[in-house]
């Protein structure tokens, strides 16, 4: 099982970024996949979320109008689309897959900068 960040980077404040989670070993489609942020000294907080067939779409209240969540289940790709970014979304970005009966993943993260 794997999950794959790519996409993160540095970036001014008011610019864009897209991540991408590519998954592999598991079955994607069957799984509800979400993005993590972990800044220095603070808690892992919930970004966003995504139902299996992408129905159904959860943001964290700070990051609403600004992130966009999709999945690619073709692909067994998960993106986050970030605009507006601010110097406190600054923070590691991980993707997770849960699914109920057969577990959860986590991805090794990948960077995102945002310079004010």
């Known amino acids: 099982v794997q999950l794959v960040e790519s996409g993160g980077g540095l970036v001014q404040a008011g610019g864009s970024l897209r991540v991408s989670c590519a998954a592999s070993?598991?079955?994607?489609?069957?799984?509800?996949m979400s993005w993590y942020r972990q800044a220095p000294g603070k808690e892992r907080e919930l970004v966003a979320d995504i139902s299996s067939a992408g129905g159904s779409i959860h943001y964290a209240d700070s990051v609403k109008g600004r992130f966009t969540i999709s999945r690619d289940n073709g692909k067994k790709t998960v993106y986050l689309q970030m605009s507006s970014l601010k110097p406190e979304d600054t923070a590691v970005y991980y993707c997770?897959?849960?699914?109920?009966?057969?577990?959860?993943?986590w991805g090794q993260g990948t960077q995102v900068t945002v310079s004010s």
């Open positions: 997770h897959a849960d699914h109920s009966t057969f577990g959860n993943y």
């Open positions: 070993g598991f079955t994607f489609s069957l799984y509800i």
